[in-house]
C-alpha cells in the first residue's frame, strides 16, 4: 500500500548517490522531491511543512555518522521523524482500575464503528476479559440488529435496548453500567451513531454520552482509505468530544499510509490498532516502528542504519541489564530482550555486559542461538498478558496451548520458561548479594 513512497525514497537516494555529502544546494532539492513524496503519500500538509523544518535543521547539522552515505543519512533523519510522530512503542489500552471500563467507539458513518466494536471486543475477550457489547446508536434501529448479530456470531454478549429505553437515555445508560458492574462485565464496548458528514446534533448526543458514562477511553475509527477526510474529522472529534485513541481501518486496501502519520500528528493521540480486513479477526496491535520501515519500504537501508547505531542499542542493552540485576524482570523483558539480540544480531555482546563470574558465569553457557531467539518470540507472542506477566500460572494445558499457538513443540515452550526462571533466580541471587555487600560490616 505504501509502495509509492517508498519509490519516491529511491528516487531521493539516487539523487544523493552521486553527491558527496549533504550541503545546503543539494539538500533544497532533496527537501523538494521528499515534499512530493510525503504530499503524494497523502500526507497532511501541515505536518509535511512541520516536517521539512525538522529534516533540514537536522541533516545539516546531525553528527555525520561517518559510515553512513549522505542518502543513507537522509533515510535516517526522515525515518526517525517518522517514529518522532507515531512514537516508539505500541500503546495498550487502557482499563478502569474501576471497572466496568467503558470503550465508545466515535467516527463517521462507514468508516468501520460496528465492525470494529466486534473485532475489539473478540480481542480483549483474548485477555481474559468479559466485554459486554451495546449500540447506542438512537436513530437507527437497523443498527442494534447488526450488531446484535455480530454478537451473536462472536458468542459474545450484547445489551439489547428497547425502543422505550433508547427514549430516555440517560436512565439507560446508568442502567447499564450498574447491570455490567453486577454481572462483572468489563469493558463495555459501546457503538454509536455516524453520519456521513459531522454535524452538530450527532456531536451533542455523543457529548452526551460522554458526560453521562466518563469513558475510559474515547477510540476515533478512521477508515484510512478517506485519506484527508479522515484526518479532518479526526480533529474535529477532537476538539468536540475529545479522544484519547484511535483504531485505523481497511489497511489492507490500497490507502496511501499518510493518513496514519496525519491522524497521529494532528489530534496528538496514539493509533494503538488497525483493521485489516472484514473478518473479525483481522484486527492487529498497531507497532508504530514497524510502520515506520513499512513506509519507507526499505529494509537493506534500514538494516544498515541499524548497524550504524550499534552504539545507541548498546546502551539501551545496558538498561535492561540493569533492569535484570535489579530483577523487575518479566516475560514481556525477556521478549524485548530477544528482540534487542535480534537486533544486534550476537547474544555475545549482550553479555558481555552482564557482570562477569559470580553467578553470572552460567549466563553464557544457555545456549541460545538465532534461530532460538524467533521461536522463543512466537512462542512470547502465543501468550496471553496474563501469563507473561506471572508466568507462574502456565500449567501444561497452557504450555499445550501456547505451543499449538506458536508452532512450537511443547518442549521448547518448557525450555523457554527454564531458562527463564533461571535467569530470574540469577537475577535475584546477584541482588541479594550486592544488597548483602552493601549491608554495613560490624567489627
Ligand atoms: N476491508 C476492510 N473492510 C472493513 C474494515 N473494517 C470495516 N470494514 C467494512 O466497512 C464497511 C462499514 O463498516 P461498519 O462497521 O458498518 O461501519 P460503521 O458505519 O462505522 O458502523 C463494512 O462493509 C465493513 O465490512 C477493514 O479493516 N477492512
Ligand atoms: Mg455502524
Known amino acids: 500500500m505504501l509502495d509509492q513512497l517508498s519509490d519516491r525514497l529511491q528516487r531521493v537516494m539516487k539523487f544523493l548517490r552521486g553527491e558527496g555529502k549533504i550541503t545546503e544546494d543539494n539538500l533544497d532539492e532533496v527537501l523538494r522531491m521528499l515534499r512530493m513524496a510525503f504530499l503524494e503519500a497523502d500526507v497532511n500538509y501541515r505536518v509535511v511543512k512541520d516536517f521539512e523544518a525538522k529534516i533540514k535543521e537536522k541533516a545539516l547539522d546531525e553528527k555525520v555518522m561517518l559510515s553512513l552515505t549522505p542518502s543513507q543519512q ?18 495498550k489500552l487502557n482499563f478502569s482500575s474501576s471497572p466496568p471500563s467503558i470503550f465508545m467507539l466515535v467516527g463517521l458513518q462507514g468508516s ?8 475489539l471486543a473478540k480481542w480483549v475477550k483474548n485477555l481474559q476479559k468479559n466485554p459486554l457489547l451495546v449500540s447506542f446508536d438512537l436513530k437507527r434501529p437497523a443498527a442494534q440488529e447488526q450488531l446484535k448479530m455480530i454478537s451473536q456470531m462472536l458468542n459474545l454478549p450484547f445489551y439489547e435496548l428497547s425502543k422505550e429505553q433508547m427514549a430516555s437515555p440517560h ?11 453486577n454481572k462483572g462485565y468489563d469493558p463495555l464496548v459501546l457503538d454509536t451513531a455516524g453520519r456521513l458528514h459531522i454535524d452538530e446534533e450527532l456531536m451533542e448526543e455523543l457529548r452526551m454520552l460522554r458526560d453521562i458514562l466518563n469513558p475510559t477511553e474515547v477510540i476515533y475509527i478512521g477508515d484510512s482509505m478517506t485519506g484527508q477526510d479522515a484526518v479532518k474529522s479526526a480533529q474535529l472529534f477532537e476538539e468536540r468530544i475529545g479522544l484519547t485513541s484511535i483504531i485505523l481501518t481497511k489497511l489492507d486496501g490500497d490507502a496511501r499510509g499518510g493518513a496514519a502519520l496525519s491522524i497521529v500528528s494532528v489530534t496528538g493521540k496514539p493509533i494503538k490498532f488497525v483493521g485489516v480486513g472484514e473478518k473479525f479477526d483481522k484486527f492487529e496491535v498497531f507497532h508504530p ?54 537486533k544486534m544480531g550476537s547474544l555475545s555482546q549482550f553479555l558481555n555486559l552482564l557482570p562477569t563470574g559470580g553467578v553470572f558465569k552460567n549466563v553464557s553457557k544457555m545456549n541460545i542461538d538465532d534461530r532460538k531467539i524467533l521461536y522463543f518470540e512466537a512462542i512470547i507472542n502465543s501468550m496471553t498478558v496474563r501469563e507473561r506477566e506471572n508466568p507462574k500460572i502456565i ?33 535475584k541471587k546477584s541482588h541479594f548479594q550486592k544488597l548483602l555487600s552493601s549491608l554495613p560490616v560490624s567489627h
Open 74 to 91: 537522509v533515510i535516517k533523519i526522515v525515518r526517525d521523524e517518522i517514529t518522532g510522530i507515531l512514537g516508539q512503542e505500541e500503546k
Open 112 to 119: 468501520g464503528k460496528t465492525t470494529t466494536c466486534g473485532k
Open 171 to 181: 436512565e439507560v445508560l446508568k442502567d447499564i453500567v450498574k447491570h455490567a458492574k
Open 289 to 342: 516502528d514497524r510502520m515506520a520501515s513499512r513506509i519507507l519500504g526499505m529494509g537493506d537501508v534500514i538494516s544498515l542504519i541499524e548497524k550504524a547505531e550499534k552504539e545507541t542499542d548498546l546502551k539501551e542493552a545496558e538498561e535492561l541489564a540493569q533492569r535484570l540485576r535489579k530483577q523487575e524482570f518479566t516475560l514481556e523483558d525477556f521478549q524485548k530482550q530477544l528482540t534487542q539480540l535480534k
Open 395 to 427: 500449567n501444561g494445558s497452557r504450555r499445550a496451548r501456547i505451543g499449538r499457538g506458536s508452532g512450537r513443540p511443547v518442549s521448547e515452550v518448557n525450555q523457554l520458561l527454564k531458562q527463564f526462571f533461571e535467569m530470574k533466580k540469577m537475577m
